[in-house]
């Protein structure tokens, strides 16, 4: 193997996806420490709970700096590579979290075993399905009274119609916790939550006499539930989950640390290295000598008042150096890339590279967009970068009048960046924002305020969602001549349709049927 294929063989990228509280900061930490990364455990908890002790989201924006380098976590874990890229743990922010989805190449779903399957899991999830990402299961807080294993496994199959296949298996729950069978491994890992580790004994064997020592009843309670499991459920298959079709399924505790090195295990044995990419003219193979790669998230950087930010570009392809030149393939030009922010923590000697699976951060004024594509002179566009439809809409008004120009400035700039979507009426000089979640609208507000010095006000209006069209000429001016009170351009001079209500959408999709209307859209 040639160094470039060894390096991008070892590097596993990816994103926990959970709803609120199941544990994604706790298991994102223990990883960390597990892989010798963070030497206490404790930061990244006091960090999020510094963030909920203030109400004030503007503190959650001033340390936003501390997140640009959490953002992405790499850390060596065995012979592996492993980059960790985290995501908002607030819905409203979901957008964010949709698109960082779109850099990784699997990702791991955190399901809380007392609340099963939630609002938010089922949404990142179908979000994953639309690239097929592979998806390793968590079943996490195994220490209180959850609800019973087969019937989470049940209800992850049937809401969220993936395939589960048992990797361990829980002993008991809550006070009669007593750790994990590993089904392929045919080890007990007994928990011990007073162990660093979560356990301090792994025995072999099912039919080990120290297991009855050990637990007791339970031991057989164990025998009977594997002999059913093991008929009942299905068989981890590589194919299937490397499809997206099935997803090996782990239990554990993160806060008491139980079963997160299983997990880091297999990541690093079942996860994909990088994958080949989808570009517009062709599919592109990470093990290519040329390096390509796009910008996935724009984030604002610490001194807001130089309107600096920091472009995450997933490598797809090839290596990085720092001091290289790339060409933003949108605009042609040829950038010469010194300042580049590598996110290799411990190894001092890498930190000028970066290989496909990597992430790299540039930082810049605003001059690098969502989605662009960086290559070394090919022309080539990355595709799969989503916009959802909002669901949250708002005027903006302006104070001063003489500050319309920054105003419009500010809007487009702050879309470009993916923290709010705009639209123009075809029909008014209106300035229309739409948001996921509606604290996106108070981060714009503050923005403006501070980076272009535009006090804003947010009126109110009455739509409840929008689509972007896809039809005819012909169609679209006819959808434009009935409706023109709906029609409105987005940030790209794409047709949308702005809804007042849904049985007004429904009422225009029958009206036009050559008319698609969509509710989720690729940015390329
Ligand atoms: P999130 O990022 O997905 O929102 O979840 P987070 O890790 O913040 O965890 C949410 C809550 O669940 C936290 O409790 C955390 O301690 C708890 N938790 C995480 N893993 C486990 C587990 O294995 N067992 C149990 N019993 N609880 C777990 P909290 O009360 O909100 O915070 P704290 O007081 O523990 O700091």
């Known amino acids: 193997?040639?160094?470039?294929?060894?390096?991008?063989?070892?590097?596993?990228?990816?994103?926990?996806?959970?709803?609120?509280?199941?544990?994604?900061?706790?298991?994102?930490?223990?990883?960390?420490?597990?892989?010798?990364?963070?030497?206490?455990?404790?930061?990244?908890?006091?960090?999020?709970?510094?963030?909920?002790?203030?109400?004030?989201?503007?503190?959650?924006?001033?340390?936003?700096?501390?997140?640009?380098?959490?953002?992405?976590?790499?850390?060596?874990?065995?012979?592996?590579?492993?980059?960790?890229?985290?995501?908002?743990?607030?819905?409203?922010?979901?957008?964010?979290?949709?698109?960082?989805?779109?850099?990784?190449?699997?990702?791991?779903?955190?399901?809380?075993?007392?609340?099963?399957?939630?609002?938010?899991?089922?949404?990142?999830?179908?979000?994953?399905?639309?690239?097929?990402?592979?998806?390793?299961?968590?079943?996490?807080?195994?220490?209180?009274?959850?609800?019973?294993?087969?019937?989470?496994?049940?209800?992850?199959?049937?809401?969220?119609?993936?395939?589960?296949?048992?990797?361990?298996?829980?002993?008991?729950?809550?006070?009669?916790?007593?750790?994990?069978?590993?089904?392929?491994?045919?080890?007990?890992?007994?928990?011990?939550?007073?162990?660093?580790?979560?356990?301090?004994?792994?025995?072999?064997?099912?039919?080990?006499?120290?297991?009855?020592?050990?637990?007791?009843?339970?031991?057989?309670?164990?025998?009977?539930?594997?002999?059913?499991?093991?008929?009942?459920?299905?068989?981890?298959?590589?194919?299937?989950?490397?499809?997206?079709?099935?997803?090996?399924?782990?239990?554990?505790?993160?806060?008491?640390?139980?079963?997160?090195?299983?997990?880091?295990?297999?990541?690093?044995?079942?996860?994909?290295?990088p994958l080949p990419r989808p570009a517009k003219s062709r599919t592109v193979e990470p093990i290519e000598p040329k390096f390509s790669g796009f910008v996935f998230k724009i984030q604002a950087n610490m001194d807001p008042k130089h309107r600096d930010r920091i472009a995450f570009i997933r490598v797809c392809a090839g290596r990085f150096e720092r001091g290289g030149k790339l060409k933003q393939v949108s605009t042609g030009k040829s950038l010469a890339i010194n300042n580049a922010i590598t996110f290799m923590a411990q190894d001092r000697n890498t930190t000028d590279e970066a290989w496909a699976g990597d992430i790299i951060g540039i930082p810049n004024h605003g001059t690098i967009h969502l989605g662009d594509t960086f290559t070394e002179g090919e022309d080539l566009q990355y595709t799969g970068i989503p916009s959802f439809a909002p669901e949250h809409f708002r005027r903006a008004q302006i104070k001063n009048p003489l500050k319309m120009k920054q105003l419009q400035k500010g809007l487009e700039q702050l879309a470009q960046e993916g923290a709010t979507q705009l639209f123009r009426p075809t029909t008014t000089n209106e300035l229309i924002l739409g948001a996921v979640g509606t604290l996106q609208f108070d981060v714009v507000a503050h923005r403006l305020e501070f980076e272009y010095g535009v006090d804003v006000m947010f009126e109110s209006c009455s739509y409840v969602t929008a689509r972007w069209l896809r039809g005819s000429d012909a169609d679209l001016k006819a959808l434009a001549d009935k409706s023109p009170a709906n029609m409105a351009f987005d940030g790209n001079g794409d047709y949308v349709y702005l809804a007042p209500n849904r049985v007004n959408l429904q009422m225009a999709q029958e009206r036009f049927p050559g008319i698609r209307f969509l509710e989720t859209r690729e940015i390329y």
Not at 76 to 104: K, M, Q, W
Not at 113 to 134: D, F, H, M, W, Y
Not at 232 to 255: D, I, M, W
Request: glycine share 6%; with cysteine; hydrophobic share 40%.
């Open 1 to 273: 193997m040639t160094a470039a294929v060894q390096q991008i063989a070892r590097r596993r990228t990816f994103a926990i996806i959970s709803h609120p509280d199941a544990g994604k900061t706790t298991l994102t930490e223990k990883l960390l420490w597990f892989g010798g990364a963070i030497q206490v455990a404790g930061e990244i908890r006091a960090r999020k709970a510094a963030r909920h002790a203030t109400s004030d989201w503007m503190e959650l924006e001033k340390q936003r700096g501390i997140s640009v380098t959490s953002s992405v976590m790499q850390f060596p874990y065995r012979d592996c590579v492993i980059n960790l890229l985290d995501t908002p743990g607030h819905e409203d922010f979901s957008e964010d979290t949709y698109r960082t989805l779109t850099a990784v190449d699997s990702a791991v779903m955190v399901i809380d075993s007392v609340n099963g399957v939630e609002a938010q899991t089922i949404k990142l999830l179908n979000v994953c399905r639309l690239r097929a990402t592979p998806i390793v299961t968590f079943i996490n807080k195994l220490d209180r009274e959850g609800r019973e294993p087969i019937e989470l496994l049940d209800e992850i199959e049937s809401v969220l119609g993936i395939q589960c296949a048992p990797m361990t298996w829980p002993i008991g729950m809550g006070k009669r916790f007593r750790g994990v069978y590993h089904l392929y491994t045919d080890t007990i890992q007994f928990f011990d939550p007073q162990a660093e580790k979560g356990t301090s004994e792994i025995i072999q064997g099912l039919d080990n006499p120290r297991l009855d020592e050990a637990i007791g009843e339970q031991a057989d309670e164990l025998r009977m539930d594997i002999e059913l499991v093991r008929g009942a459920s299905h068989t981890f298959n590589r194919e299937a989950y490397l499809e997206g079709k099935q997803c090996p399924v782990f239990f554990g505790s993160a806060v008491n640390n139980f079963g997160v090195q299983s997990l880091l295990d297999a990541v690093v044995e079942l996860s994909p290295a």
